[in-house]
């Protein structure tokens, strides 16, 4: 196996959504951040201080570093990053955001652990599944041993499952519950695992909603916006008017209304949503056109991935990628309930740029992979 120039077009098409992510940023939190904090620019200093700077920095490493390599850390990385949402829970240790606590304080820095548990996942799930099919055509075809091996994935899967519903983070435990899925199926498993695994998976999430007033208000109000306009309903209602208000070309950037102390979130979960008042219609189908773009060509690494091990990985890391952004544009647009998750790229959030960042390193090493 030999190296070679990675996927350009990838390349250049994630450095123009870094570029576009900076913009939207600055325009959409400058109001915020000037009253605040009384510097105009603290979300951009930020998030290139703790997102663009160690981004890059992993994004090289991991560019540079062969994928292979990778299955020998994968199962003790999957483990520090469970331990990190465990200590969530120690009191002192995590950051209270309402009644969620998905942050770690550890006083010099504070991050999410459900952002690395996503990307060490996706790596251990992508090195398990190949070794799980290694062997030979009649060890394949036993089937107490594929009993057994799709039993602890599901035992597995749901230890994590249950650590970040505890945050609780509905959001990216949905997100991981679909790549999870995609990868197992991705895997050449039985079909009939992957089936039991989504309906299960569909069952445990209208569970879990019913016995959760405050997820099972954010089903309704998608159901019905108006049925609590001062409550539940408020950010989807404020993101719509926002999204309307844009129309074809947008207010212009920094010429917002609702990032003004009308829409919640307005730098993490609802950017986008301000990001359409902003550029209007027009501009932000082309974003997401890059989007689903970055995708394609993550998708197509993966069909020239030199070994199973790189095509999963490249799977794993593109469903990710599209599913969070797909989840959080539909629900600014009332087609899925909102969940609470940041947009890749654009959001406000170190971690997240961080993480996101060292799995497109990823994807562009597995590119320059090649067979003699």
Known sequence: MSKKQGDQIFLFCFFILIIIGLIVLTSVSFGQACQRFNDCYFYLKHQLLRGFLPGVLFFLFFSILNYHHLKKIAL???????????????PGAGIFHGSSVQWLDLKLISFQPSEIVKLSLIIYLSSWLVKNAEGTEEQKRRSKKTKKSFLFFIIFLGLIEF???KQP?????????????????????????????????????????????YHLSRVTTFLNPALE????????????????????????????????????????????????EELGFILTVLILGLYLYLT????????????????????????????????????????????????????????????????FGIVYNISRQKKH
Not at 76 to 90: A, G, Q, R, T
Not at 190 to 197: K, N
């Open 76 to 90: 003790p990385f999957l483990v520090l990053s469970i331990i990190l949402l465990v200590v969530l829970f120690i």
């Open 296 to 359: 394609y060509r993550i998708f197509k690494v993966a069909a020239k991935a030199p070994d199973k091990f790189g095509q999963l990985l490249a799977v794993g890391i593109g469903s990710w990628f599209i599913v969070q952004s797909l989840i959080n544009m539909a629900g600014m647009l009332n087609l899925l309930p909102l969940a609470g998750v940041t947009l890749p790229f654009i959001s406000y959030g170190g971690t997240s740029f961080c993480v996101f960042s060292a799995a």
């Open 169 to 213: 983070d509905y959001g990216a435990a949905t997100i991981i519950f679909i790549f999870s899925l995609i990868l197992y199926f991705a895997a050449e498993t039985p079909i009939f695992h992957s089936i039991i695994f989504l309906v299960g998976g569909i069952l445990s999430f209208f569970i879990l909603i019913f016995f959760s007033p």
């Open 163 to 165: 650590l970040i519903i």
């Open 229 to 276: 306009p001062g409550q539940a309903g408020y950010q989807i209602n404020q993101a719509l008017l926002a999204i309307g208000a844009g129309g074809l070309f947008g207010r212009g950037l920094g010429h917002s209304i609702q990032k003004f102390f009308y829409l919640p979130e307005v730098i993490s979960d609802s950017i986008f949503a301000v990001m359409s």
